[in-house]
Every structure is written in structure tokens, then in C-alpha cells.
């Protein structure tokens, strides 16, 4: 490169660097520009973590100082907090003085306060916590309503930092005065309508993270170096540009390729050849993410069991995610449906647990995919699946636009249609996420985890995200996509059939009883009877384990050892970046 410029990446991922954007802005040796996986453009996001509509998920996380980081083998650590203290129900969160806002406001206790009492407001009889009770400016404490596991604690006390209180502190004094479910249900519907675009997040200075936005448009944003954050002098980068990495991602793989990026996605032993020599791979996470098919059980085909596992046996997993690695992802096939991470299967449900669960097939075996289908009465017309009232199965698969997703996907439909089951793709833009809460559809791509922990809150969240079984307190008897609120799965773990020692469960509420468990024993006891629900049901197909890492050029700039930060955690590239531990050379 002829310009000491430097690029990260989400998700520890892509950088790329541009000349003569914003008006020619950014021609200072040291600046640092990164686009990110899957970012949605600037202008098309806002800030308000309650609004899931277009809420900038991945690009906030440039923008919002981090608080605490959870790592592979389960711990917890923080940089930002003085100190969180577990004891029985009591959660004690200490603040340093040091914290500010863009704008100059401090972060305090009350910022964490507000923010994590309004998402509680969401649903307070379901909830594990308790309340809140701001001690001091600060320090809070957080009850929760039975004992508490250290572990879950520390993980979920994240916050302060996305919810500014001179912003949000007129909705939590509204929920506060609510009389009753219904009027804190209007104060809950106004709030989910409220947006914080980027104009106003930057030009009220809502930021808190060390690269503060200056300018941006719809191609790319420009942050300089905010000389108050107390990591300011960590690091001699100046100024960092970031490009959203929208659709395919077609120019930020070529700025890859071409020598333009100075911190790229992991690059795969195929991939090397078209990569310049200076860009070294750097670190590989196995990372928390996996990826799934949502079944929607309102589709009376997929209500049948032994449909939905005719659908996994049909499909041949090793090759949807090997289309899912022609995209550069870093990628392994599912070997068992226990619904979390493959890397901490061992720590929650042991050797023997795994051994005893159904083994589908990964590999397509349309012999035993045949059978599934006969059990549940369905015949073979022309090469098409008859079901018992002579309907033919007709399932709509929507995906995310993207390359990534939209490749791997069309493998997974074709499978479908080759077995006998029609099916459809439909690939889908930037409202992907919202038409999936919409419930409109048969079968939906999803990542699968909705926390960014390695532990089984992260995947048995009780949202699309993870695995999704309804709120606790509906009077329906179903959820959103026709799972039971109570069910029966057989006593013995791996049988395939209740026979006639059924017990029955209700899985949206062992969710919120695992968020709230007190002790490692009952996390396991939990975790392993929501395991046994997903892989006798099959609410969802968790297809792919995912890997992710990042490269970086190292001719011309100073990356971190790893005794040096710790990257074992959430999005390693840009957390380097972000904590000031990347340097020129």
C-alpha cells in the first residue's frame, strides 16, 4: 500500500480504505478505515436498542463503548467497570468516574440504571430480575428474584452505555407512573416506534466508544480519534473510516484483494492465493455463532414431526455449509441438534448426554428420510410428497439477501424440491429481520444465538435469535410460529418416540428459568432437558458452526499478541481496534 491506512472488520473481520471520500477528507497517514460484515449503510440505521426494525446492531459496535466481554472458556472480564460482585439474588455494579459520552455528559450509574429497568418493563412478570436500585452515582445493584448463578450474572450485566439517560429517562419515569399492564403496554408500543437516526446520534453526541464519528453518508463513515476517552493515547491511529459491507459485499472482497484493506477477514487456506503477502492471518475464534432454519409449525406440514425430521434427513448439511464457505466464512457442519455451541457441549451436557441424544443424519439419507415421511402417512405422487388429505407440501424459504446466506440457502431449498417437498427461496433486502418477526413464512434462515455469550442463555433466548418458543405469560396456547406452550417429550433421553412415559414441559418457561439459575447444577439440569426438546422436536435445523477471525497488514501495522489482549471474545478484530491496542509500526 502507498498509504499507511488501516481497516477492521466486524465480528473480527474486514477493513478497507478509500481516497477522496467525504469531500476528500482522510488523507492523514494514519487513518484507519474498516468495513463491516453484513453492516447496514449509515443512513439506514438508528440507535434505539428497543426498535429491532433497522436498530444498527453491528455498526454500534464501533460507536458504543463496550462494558464487560465474555471469552470462550466462560469467564467474564471488564475494562470498563470498577468491579461486579455477585452475592445470593444481589448483582453489585461499580463505576469508574472516568466515562463520558461524546457530548461531554458522564456515564453514570443512572445510564445503567434506566436502560436495564426499561428493558425489564418489557415484561416484568417474566423476567428473572427483580429491580433495580441505584445506590450512588456510581453504583447499582440489581435483584434478581431468586439466587443466581455468578456466571449468568456477570454475563448479562452488560449495559450503560446504549440508552443514554437524558434520553430515555422520560420513558422509564412513564413505566414508573404506569398503572397497569395496559398503560405500560402504550408507554412500550410508543417507545418501539422511536427512532435515533445518525444525524441526531452524532450530532447529540450519543456516542461513548474512542473514535468519534465526524462525518458520514450513505457509503461510508468518517470517526476521528476522541482525545477525552480515558484510551486515547493506547493507540497512534488518528482517524478510522467505515464501510458497510451491504448485500454480497462485492467491494469490500475486491479492496481485499487488491491491497487496500489493512485488516481483513480470516483467510482460508483456498483463499491465499489472491490475497497480498502482507496481510497474515492474525487470530481464528471458535466463535459462538451458528446458524439455523426456523421451522414454523403453523405450516401444517411442519407441525408433523416426522416431517420436520424427514427435512433434516433429506438435506445434506456438509454441502450447505460448504456453499456457505465459498463465501469466505469459516465453517463446520452440525454433527448433533442439541440447539448450543458444539465447543461447550462437553461443559454442560458431557460425553454420555451428547452419545445418548437422536442421531440424524448430516450427510442426505433419503432412505431414512423416505421413512419419515411414510410414518407420518405422506405418499410419493410423480416424485411429490402426498400428505394423508392429499395435499402437496408448499413451503415458502426466505433468507437474507446477502451472499452469505442467500447461497447456502438456495442449496438448502434445492435439496427440498429434489426429495419431493416443493419449496421456494425468496431472498430478502434490508427489512429482512422485521419480515421475519412478521411470522410469514415456512422456513426462515437465522444465526443462531442471541447473545453474545459461549453459554446456553445465548441459544435458549426465547427469541428469533436463539430458540423461540413464545412469551410466557400469552394466553394462546401456542407461540409466534405454532410451537406449544406445553408439550410432552419422552422420559428416556434419545428415545424417538414419547411412547407411554411422556413428561410434559413448557420450554418458553424453562427459558426464563435458566436465565435465572442459581447454580451451575441447575444450569446443566436445565440446559439438558431444553437439548432433549430440540432434538426430539426439531423446532429448528441448527445447520452450521461458525468460525471467525481476522488478518491484518502486518508490513505496516502493530497487531496484538494474544498474551498481550485477549481475543477470545465478541468481534476480536474490532475490539483491538477499539480498545487502542492497534498501533502504526
Not at 453474545?452 to 396456547?477: E, T
Not at 428415545?495 to 411422556?502: K, L, M, T, V
Request: glycine share 8%; proline share 5%.
Amino acid at each position: 500500500m502507498n498509504r499507511r491506512q488501516f481497516i477492521g472488520a466486524s465480528a473480527g473481520t474486514v477493513a478497507a480504505t478509500l481516497a477522496g471520500c467525504l469531500g476528500g477528507s482522510g488523507s492523514d497517514a494514519t487513518e484507519f478505515v474498516t468495513a463491516f460484515e453484513g453492516g447496514r449503510q449509515p443512513t439506514q440505521v438508528h440507535f434505539n436498542p428497543w426498535n429491532a426494525s433497522n436498530y444498527g446492531q453491528t455498526y454500534s459496535i464501533y460507536w458504543l463503548q463496550g462494558t464487560i466481554a465474555t471469552h470462550a472458556d466462560g469467564t467474564v472480564s471488564t475494562d470498563f467497570f470498577e468491579d461486579i460482585s455477585v452475592d445470593g439474588r444481589e448483582v453489585t455494579i461499580e463505576f469508574s468516574d472516568q466515562w463520558s459520552f461524546w457530548n461531554g455528559n458522564d456515564i453514570t450509574a443512572e445510564d445503567y440504571f434506566i436502560e436495564q429497568e426499561i428493558w425489564r418493563y418489557q415484561n416484568p412478570e417474566a423476567s428473572p430480575i427483580e429491580g433495580h436500585e441505584l445506590v450512588d452515582d456510581y453504583t447499582v445493584k440489581r435483584i434478581y428474584k431468586d439466587e443466581v448463578s455468578p456466571v449468568i450474572a456477570k454475563s448479562n450485566a452488560g449495559g450503560g452505555t446504549s440508552a443514554p439517560k437524558s434520553v430515555f429517562r422520560d420513558y422509564y419515569e412513564r413505566y414508573e407512573d404506569a398503572s397497569g399492564e395496559s398503560a405500560r403496554q402504550e408507554v412500550t408500543d410508543e417507545l418501539l416506534q422511536m427512532t435515533i437516526d445518525t444525524e441526531e446520534f452524532v450530532e447529540e453526541g450519543y456516542g461513548s466508544s474512542l473514535f468519534k464519528i465526524e462525518d458520514f453518508n450513505s457509503s461510508e463513515t468518517l470517526a476521528i480519534k476522541w482525545e477525552d476517552h480515558p484510551w486515547a493515547d493506547e493507540t497512534d491511529l488518528e482517524q478510522i473510516r467505515v464501510y458497510p459491507n451491504v448485500e454480497s459485499g462485492t467491494q469490500v472482497e475486491q479492496l481485499e484483494k487488491s491491497d487496500k484493506l489493512d485488516m481483513t477477514q480470516y483467510i482460508t487456506e483456498s483463499q491465499r492465493p489472491d490475497y497480498p503477502d502482507n496481510i497474515e492471518n492474525i487470530y481464528e475464534l471458535s466463535h459462538y455463532n451458528c446458524q439455523k432454519y426456523i421451522l414454523n409449525w403453523n405450516n401444517k406440514h411442519l407441525a408433523n414431526r416426522s416431517v420436520r425430521r424427514a427435512i433434516i434427513a433429506a438435506i445434506d448439511i456438509p454441502s450447505i455449509v460448504d456453499a456457505a464457505a465459498q463465501t469466505g466464512m469459516l465453517a463446520s457442519p452440525t454433527q448433533v441438534q442439541t440447539g448450543i455451541r458444539e465447543t461447550i457441549e462437553d461443559q454442560y451436557l458431557g460425553e454420555d448426554f451428547v452419545d445418548s441424544l437422536i442421531d440424524y443424519p448430516v450427510e442426505a439419507d433419503e432412505e431414512r428420510a423416505i421413512s419419515y415421511m411414510e410414518d407420518a402417512g405422506y405418499s410419493r405422487d410423480g416424485g411429490e410428497w402426498v400428505g394423508p388429505d392429499g395435499d402437496a407440501t408448499d413451503f415458502t424459504v426466505i433468507t437474507q439477501s446477502a451472499v452469505s446466506q442467500s447461497q447456502p440457502t438456495n442449496v438448502f431449498t434445492d435439496h427440498l424440491n429434489e426429495f419431493g417437498l416443493n419449496a421456494e427461496m425468496e431472498a430478502v433486502g434490508q427489512d429482512y429481520y422485521s419480515r421475519v418477526q412478521e411470522w410469514e413464512f415456512d422456513i426462515a434462515w437465522m444465526w443462531h444465538v442471541a447473545l453474545p455469550y459461549w453459554h446456553p442463555v445465548a441459544y435458549f433466548s426465547n427469541d428469533f435469535y436463539g430458540l423461540l418458543a413464545g412469551d410466557v405469560n400469552s394466553d394462546s396456547d401456542t407461540g409466534p410460529t405454532g410451537v406449544p406452550f406445553s408439550l410432552d417429550i419422552p422420559e428416556e433421553v434419545g428415545a424417538p418416540e414419547i411412547g407411554g412415559n411422556g413428561v410434559e414441559i413448557n420450554p418458553a418457561q424453562l427459558m426464563v428459568d435458566l436465565e435465572g439459575a442459581s447454580s451451575e447444577e441447575e444450569t446443566r439440569e436445565l440446559t439438558r432437558t431444553l437439548v432433549q426438546w430440540v432434538n426430539f422436536d426439531l423446532p429448528a435445523i441448527i445447520h452450521l458452526q461458525e468460525n471467525r477471525g481476522f488478518a491484518g497488514d502486518v508490513e505496516n501495522f502493530d497487531f496484538p499478541s494474544e498474551d498481550e489482549f485477549r481475543m477470545d471474545r465478541p468481534n476480536p478484530g474490532p475490539s483491538a481496534l477499539l480498545s487502542g491496542r492497534i498501533s502504526m509500526n
